[in-house]
């Protein structure tokens, strides 16, 4: 044990003696058994501040992850705490540093994951002063709660308010500002101000109202053409084995936004896929004919109903949220039903079990028939071995290579979709994706493999996505975090390339606005230290990706797919307002 914990020992131990009554001892031993009293098993930072804190971790032991970049600290973060279920600490310096931290938490709002994040506060006597690197940043707009902690006497309080705000109602990032000083300081801490039950999400598990819960089992019971849609807070809930019960019992098909992802087996006879912008068209298909849709954790949101174009206007809804704020706020006719979705599922299936099963045979048949037609439709891309590599081919074999407890991380947009899309993956915690940040997902993967290194994590991202952060491979290989990542490498930000020759067809230099120079990043990778193989041939995937997993180290998979593959995403199919084409620019023609 450090001399900072000398004559401390007794505040590392769990015999529960010290979990109700104030101990005394200075900011530094403070900040380290909160962390160590969270469960949590891994901070991530850029220096330089909170370094006794940093010391102190040594003994605890919290593993204290040394980044690259502010952002990216808190893409590892966010990823930890939806691996874990347990909130994490991300630590960056005020000025520049806070500007690119709170980038780094745009996503953990939009996703209602819960990261503390910490900067310093400059003192009193430093204020507009002209301080070396004074710049504020309000992180009032990506956190459900911040503020300023300034003395030693209430750091236990707003600790403790901290962890209740991101573990309560729909979770989301806090932020303190903290005074360095407050480290070496010593006080008396209070730790009743922090409950053990604030820090794991969700906290509490609030039920709904039951004469709501008995009139959505009737509405669904009644509806012709019901179905469900899963989001990202079904898997936050944990409500999987609850949304397949509920779906047997009432024989209604499912379908999952791509956050709500491992809501259901994708393999199981009711579940369709994912729906929305970034979706099968089968199962958006499915929604528009619907005449009753049951929302579970989703927000009804743009990506969800692609742009509000589905459910069709008028169409009736049941919504399930935590947030008594979401039902009806972006889609009207909605019944609501405000409670954690496992609770509500589970009073909708305590109701439901009196009346015996739904009959929604025909309407399920039809809804699988057109899932059918559509893999049929997709069979020459998911099982050919056209070279370059189709996407849809790279993202089955991985399926097929990974065992089956493997933790995907996604990425946005192009690499996203292809995943959400054709990946098919068991119910549960299967899968986190990003919520619309480029370059989210390797180190996101980082810090999931950091929450369960016993488990294989692999992220799944686009060559744009990648260079992001590329400089963050050191990080993994520095710490011991075995990840494997897939890139796929078509030398362009491909979403884009499409979106260009789809509004300025024939026009000259689009490639200069969206494609890259050729890059090896398994050559990057293995000088960087990790494993690293480029895969060229669709039959050589699978191979590459076991060897990748058994590396026992960080590993990079290179895989060279075809640059003219276009994501499966409503706008590309015309659906929706960006793929209508646009003028062009005047004093300009096409060039045929």
């Known amino acids: 044990m450090s001399s900072t914990t000398a004559g401390h020992e007794s505040l590392f131990n769990d015999d529960g003696e010290t979990a109700g009554r104030p101990l005394r001892m200075k900011g530094h031993q403070f900040l380290a058994e909160v962390v160590r009293r969270s469960g949590a098993k891994a901070v991530f930072f850029v220096p330089t501040f909170l370094y006794p804190t940093l010391v102190e971790w040594a003994d605890v032991p919290i593993k204290r992850v040394l980044c690259h970049s502010e952002k990216a600290a808190g893409y590892m973060a966010d990823g930890y705490a939806q691996a874990s279920g347990i909130p994490t600490i991300v630590i960056a310096q005020g000025g520049p540093g806070a500007s690119n931290l709170y980038a780094g938490l745009v996503d953990a709002w939009q996703s209602h994951t819960p990261v503390l994040a910490v900067t310093p506060v400059l003192p009193s006597s430093r204020y507009h002063g002209n301080a070396y690197q004074e710049a504020y940043v309000d992180f009032r707009t990506v956190t459900k709660y911040d503020a300023e902690v300034r003395t030693i006497e209430r750091m236990a309080e ?3 308010k901290a962890y209740r705000e991101m573990t309560t109602g729909a979770p989301r990032p806090v932020h303190l500002y903290l005074d360095g000083a407050l480290e070496a300081e010593e006080s008396e801490f209070d730790f009743r101000y922090l409950d053990q039950r604030y820090f794991s999400y969700p906290a509490f598990r609030p039920r709904a109202d039951d004469d709501l819960v008995e009139r959505a089992i009737q509405e669904l019971r009644h509806a012709e053409r019901p179905v469900m849609v899963c989001g990202r807070g079904t898997v936050v809930s944990g409500a999987w084995a609850e949304v397949t019960a509920l779906a047997e019992q009432l024989d209604i098909p499912v379908t999952t936004t791509l956050g709500g992802k491992g809501s259901i087996d994708d393999r199981h006879p009711l579940a369709l896929g994912v729906t929305g912008s970034y979706r099968r068209p089968s199962t958006d298909q499915v929604i528009l004919d619907a005449d009753l849709v049951l929302h579970v954790g989703t927000h009804f949101g743009g990506a969800t109903t692609n742009m509000r174009q589905m459910p069709k206007p008028g169409v009736r809804a049941i919504h399930i949220d935590i947030n008594p704020a979401q039902p009806g706020a972006n889609y009207p006719n ?6 954690d979705a496992r609770t509500v599922l589970g009073q909708m ?8 099963r739904g009959r929604h045979g025909v309407w399920v048949k039809t809804a699988q028939k057109r899932l059918t037609e559509w ?6 891309n998911m099982y050919g071995d056209a070279i370059p590599i189709r996407p849809e081919r790279l993202a089955v074999e991985l399926v ?9 991380v996604t990425g946005t947009g192009y690499a996203g979709t292809w995943a959400g899309v054709f990946m098919d993956l068991p119910a549960g ?5 990003c919520e619309g940040s480029l370059g989210w997902a390797f180190p996101a993967a980082i810090g999931a493999k950091a929450a369960v290194p016993d488990r294989p994590v692999l992220a799944f991202e686009s060559d744009g996505g990648f260079f992001y952060h590329l400089t963050e491979l050191e990080t993994a290989v520095r710490n011991g975090i075995n990840l494997v990542t897939v890139v796929l490498n078509n ?3 491909a979403l884009q390339t499409h979106l260009l020759q789809a509004c300025w067809p024939g026009y000259r230099d689009l490639d200069k606005l969206s494609k890259f120079g050729k890059t090896n990043f398994a050559n990057i990778a293995r000088e960087m230290g990790t494993w690293g193989i480029r895969v060229t041939d669709p039959r050589d995937i699978g191979e590459a990706v076991r060897n990748a997993i058994d590396a026992d180290r ?4 290179d895989v060279v797919i075809d640059q003219a593959a276009v994501a499966p995403m409503a706008f590309m199919a015309g659906q929706g307002s960006r793929a209508t084409a646009l003028p062009v620019p005047k004093n300009k023609k096409r060039y045929e």
């Open 158 to 160: 707003f600790l403790g």
């Open 334 to 339: 909605v019944l609501p039903l405000v409670g």
């Open 349 to 356: 299936l305590d109701a439901v079990r009196s009346g015996g």
């Open 375 to 380: 893999r049929e439709s997709q069979r020459d």
């Open 400 to 408: 097929k290579a990974c065992p089956e407890d493997t933790l995907y």
């Open 429 to 433: 915690k299967s899968c986190l994706h």
């Open 491 to 493: 030398q362009a930000m």
């Open 554 to 557: 960080p590993a990079v998979v």
